[in-house]
């Protein structure tokens, strides 16, 4: 069975020539961390929201999944610890909110 996850666009603070970088930010359950994947840049971007992308986990604790379902929402800094950067509280706030 393929696992979708909700995913979400984060824009870099830096700038290089070829633009601004993009990530696609995955919150994972059972590690309490994020993953990070490559999006293409703010310019060019290699999705959409609500664009669905096949990507294959790289979590070592078991969270896998095979799709993620690209947000409305942009991902915030406030939703990441600034501390070894697990899942803040103001994410979990956020989760409570949208259920």
Do not use: K
Request: proline share 7%; glycine share 8%.
């Amino acid at each position: 069975m393929t696992q979708t996850v909700t995913g979400y666009l984060a824009a870099s603070n830096r700038h290089l020539s070829t633009g601004t970088p993009l990530s696609l930010v995955v919150p994972c359950e059972p590690c309490n961390g994020l993953h990070w994947h490559g999006a293409g840049t703010v310019e060019q971007p290699d999705h959409s929201p609500g664009d669905v992308t096949e990507r294959i986990s790289h979590c070592h604790r078991g969270n896998e999944y095979e799709r993620i379902r690209i947000a409305a929402e942009p991902f915030r800094p406030e939703w990441v610890t600034a501390l070894r950067g697990r899942q803040s509280s103001a994410y979990r706030r956020h989760l409570e909110l949208a259920r």
